[in-house]
């Protein structure tokens, strides 16, 4: 069996966000250059960012909330709560 690498559980809501931003992004068709221009963010730092190798710092999430004018709850309560109870859902039907 080939080794698989796990992410820690606190870096899931680090890859959550930051693939929800990049999904955006690429839905708007906007560069991931001309995103970072706007925000006054090295490019780089933003895609490491949107891949989920950083952390967000205070405030960059709101900051790029503004810019796409959405609106993201910081709070993962409501989404880790919905991944469990569908991640049980499946083991049970899998199983079954």
């Known amino acids: 069996m080939p080794f698989v ?3 820690p559980k606190s870096q ?3 890859n959550n966000i930051g693939g929800f931003f990049r999904n955006y992004r690429i839905n708007d068709g906007l560069s991931l250059a001309y ?8 490019k780089g ?6 891949n989920g190798k950083r952390n967000f710092p205070n405030g960059t999430i709101q900051q790029l909330s503004n810019f796409y004018d959405i609106s993201f709850d910081e709070n993962q309560q409501l989404y880790d709560e ?3 109870i569908l ?8 199983f079954a």
């Open 45 to 50: 730092f933003l895609s490491d960012l949107e």
């Open 35 to 42: 995103v970072a221009d706007s925000i006054r963010m090295n």
């Open 82 to 84: 919905a991944c469990d």
């Open 87 to 94: 991640n049980e859902a499946f083991k049970a039907l899998f």
């Open 12 to 14: 899931h809501k680090i």
């Open 5 to 7: 690498k796990q992410i």
